[in-house]
């Protein structure tokens, strides 16, 4: 009995033969391995037989690749974690107003803001507000402003003093440093109405707007 234990085939059979009723895919794998080699052996030359070093190192190597499986399965597990604690997390930000790229800004009773992004300091900023047709219906200085986000507010007040509609409107920013004209990013406001399942990276919707990434929000307001 003692030398049946040590004996390669001896132990890949009693290996086949045990088993729980429930398999992951990397035990799947191990037990598609094991019967292999289980035929392998069986069918070697008598001759020139298996040696124990043979059989340890190709056990080695269904050590590595099950290993590999298990990890697989143990990282997807966490990712799958990962993904439902930021949508957990995200849905906290449902309600709150955020700054995203983008040239919009929506009047309502009034009331209506934007932003914009400089990369350096600015000696001038200039707002101007455009209906659909294209047609400027507002113009502010805003003076000097320092590099980083900032935003503003519009009344629906037009140049001419008469009051806009609600509806949404193209606003555009120019910005200057002497003569120089210096690149701003426009900024619209939007409210997060949700989060959006099953990205790569936490998305929100944000009212009127495209899908917007975690990363692509400047600010939370």
């Known amino acids: 009995m ?25 035990d799947e794998l191990q037990e598609r391995f094991m019967t292999l ?31 590999i499986g298990k990890l697989n399965e143990t990282v997807a597990m966490l990712m799958g974690r990962v993904r439902n ?4 997390a995200g849905l906290t930000a449902v309600g709150r107003f955020a700054l995203v790229e983008g040239e919009k800004i929506s009047l309502y009773e009034g009331q209506s803001a934007a932003g914009f992004e400089l990369p350096e300091d600015a000696d001038s900023v200039t707002v101007r507000i455009y209906d ?9 200085e805003l003076g000097a402003h ?4 900032h935003t ?3 009344d629906g007040t037009t140049s ?34 949700g989060v959006v399942p099953d990205q790569d990276e936490l998305t929100f919707t944000i009212g009127g707007m495209p899908p917007t990434r975690l990363s692509e929000i400047k600010q939370f307001l």
Not at 14 to 19: I, P
Not at 132 to 140: D, K, Q, T, V
Not at 146 to 149: I, K, P, T, W
């Open 85 to 88: 604690n930021e949508t957990l």
């Open 146 to 149: 320092d590099a980083g986000l």
């Open 152 to 154: 503003f507010m519009w």
């Open 2 to 26: 003692a030398l049946a234990s040590t004996n390669p085939v001896y132990a890949a059979a009693a290996y086949q033969q045990t088993g729980g009723t429930t398999k992951s895919a990397a």
């Open 132 to 140: 659909s047709a294209g047609r400027m219906l507002y113009e502010a």
């Open 37 to 67: 080699l289980v035929a392998q052996m069986r069918n070697q030359d008598p001759l020139n037989p298996m040696d124990n070093a043979q059989l340890t190192s190709q056990l080695a190597q269904l050590n590595t690749v099950t290993g």
């Open 160 to 193: 001419t003093g008469e009051t806009a509609v609600n509806g949404n409107y193209r606003f555009e920013v120019i910005a200057r440093t002497g003569e120089e004209e210096v690149a701003v990013t426009p900024l619209s406001i939007g409210r997060i109405d």
